[in-house]
C-alpha cells in the first residue's frame, strides 16, 4: 500500500501510515483494517480510501462512564486484550472501574499489555492542574489518595465506581506494583498494625496495675479486690 493513500481523517491532510499524529491538525491517528479490503486506513475515517466501502471502528466505542473530570468531553473505552479503559483523547486522562483494576493489579500479563498500549499513544501532555474532580460515573466529587499510601502518585478514587488517573499515572502506578509496591505496602501496613495492637495492650496493662493497687488499698477487700485480681489475671492470661 502506498504511504500517500492515507489521509487523516479530521483534516484530510496526507498522513504516513505508520504516524500517530497529524502534523498538521495534531489529531491523534490510530491504524485499522478496512472491513472490506482489509487494508490499513485511520480509525475514525467514515469511508476507506482504497475501496471506498464504510468503514468500521473497532475496539473503540462511546463510553457509557460519561465524560471526562477534568475536559468534560466524552470519554472513548480502549479494549486491550479484553481490558476496557475509558480514556479522554484530550488530555489522556483514563477512568478504570473498580473489577478492571483489580485485574491489572493481579495479572503481570495484563499490566504489560496496558503498559505497551500506553506507551504507543499517550503523547505526554503538561500536567493537568491539581484539584478535586467529580466522578465520572456518580458525579460526587472524588477522594485523593497516595496509591497503596507508599507509591508517590496520587490518585483520584471513588469508592463505589472506579479510579481516576491522570495522563502518565496509571503506567506509574503498574510499575510500582511490577517492582513488588503492594507486598512492601502490606508488610508496612502490618508493622502498624502490630505497633498499634502492642500499644493498646500496653495502656490496658497499665490500667490493670493502676486499678489493682486502688482496690488494693480499699476498706472492703473481700469484694472490690478479689474483682481487681481476677481482671488483672485475666487480662495476664489474654
Known amino acids: 500500500m502506498k504511504v500517500e493513500a492515507l489521509n487523516c481523517p479530521n483534516c484530510g491532510a496526507g498522513v504516513a501510515d505508520k504516524s500517530s ?9 490510530k491504524t485499522m483494517s478496512c472491513p472490506s479490503c482489509y487494508g ?3 480509525q475514525g475515517s467514515k469511508f476507506c480510501a482504497l475501496c471506498g466501502s464504510n468503514a468500521v471502528r473497532p475496539n473503540v466505542s462511546d463510553n457509557k462512564a460519561g465524560n471526562c473530570p477534568r475536559c468534560k468531553t466524552g470519554l472513548q473505552t480502549l479494549d486491550i486484550d479484553g481490558i476496557q479503559l475509558d480514556e479522554c483523547e484530550r488530555c489522556e486522562g483514563i477512568w478504570v472501574d473498580i473489577d478492571t483494576f483489580e485485574v491489572i493489579c493481579a495479572n503481570r500479563e495484563n499490566q504489560s499489555a ?25 458525579g460526587h466529587l472524588m477522594n485523593r489518595n497516595n496509591f497503596a499510601k507508599v507509591s508517590g502518585v496520587i490518585i483520584d478514587t471513588c469508592k463505589g465506581h472506579g479510579v481516576w488517573f491522570d495522563a502518565e499515572e496509571l503506567p506509574l502506578v503498574i510499575e510500582f506494583i511490577r517492582k513488588g509496591g503492594l507486598e512492601y505496602s502490606r508488610q508496612k501496613e502490618k508493622a502498624h498494625l502490630d505497633a498499634e495492637r502492642s500499644r493498646i495492650k500496653a495502656e490496658q496493662f497499665t490500667k490493670s ?21 481476677r481482671q488483672f489475671i485475666d487480662f495476664i492470661l489474654d
Open 114 to 138: 496496558v503498559l505497551k498500549k500506553l506507551e504507543e499513544i499517550l503523547t505526554h501532555p503538561k500536567k493537568a492542574k491539581i484539584q478535586y474532580v467529580p466522578c465520572p460515573i456518580c
Open 21 to 29: 499524529k497529524c502534523s498538521h491538525c495534531n489529531t491523534r491517528l
Open 40 to 42: 490499513t486506513i485511520f
Open 209 to 229: 496495675v493502676d486499678r489493682f493497687k486502688h482496690e488494693s488499698a480499699s476498706p472492703f477487700p473481700q469484694s472490690k479486690q478479689s474483682l481487681a485480681i
